[in-house]
């Protein structure tokens, strides 16, 4: 199983940006796809994206398309996520997470099977 630790959230203006980190450990971090989901106060946690093993394929909730890029670094175990063009409704607590080897989509909670603590962003108007 995968250990996760994400960081970098904090407290930013409307338009601002943060990159959230999500530091992995096992030796398995390379092949297993990754995946960032955030929960708002009184509101489920949802999806916000995917990344697979490689980098190669990527996928975004609607409401982020265009503004957060994730990305990953094997080498340094890391999978991040760039926040541009920050809005209040952003504000959540964001949770990274490994998708589960066989899961067959990739922006359900079911999907994945080890998950971070989180980390708190809030972004004020």
């Known amino acids: 199983q995968v250990q996760l630790v994400e960081s970098g959230g904090g407290l930013v203006q409307a338009g601002g940006s943060l990159r959230l980190s999500c530091a992995a450990s096992g030796r398995t971090f390379s092949s297993i796809d990754m995946g960032w989901f955030r929960q708002a106060p009184g509101k489920e946690r949802e999806f916000v994206g995917h990344?697979?093993?490689?980098?190669?394929?990527?996928h975004y909730a609607d409401s982020v398309k265009g503004r957060f890029t994730i990305s990953r670094d094997n080498a340094k175990i890391t999978v991040y996520l760039q926040m541009n063009s920050l809005k209040p409704e952003d504000t959540a607590i964001y949770y990274c997470a490994a998708r589960n080897r066989w899961s067959s989509s990739y922006d359900s909670d079911s999907d994945f099977g080890s998950w971070g603590q989180g980390t708190q962003v809030t972004v004020s108007s």
């Open positions: 990344i697979n093993w490689n980098g190669a394929s990527r």
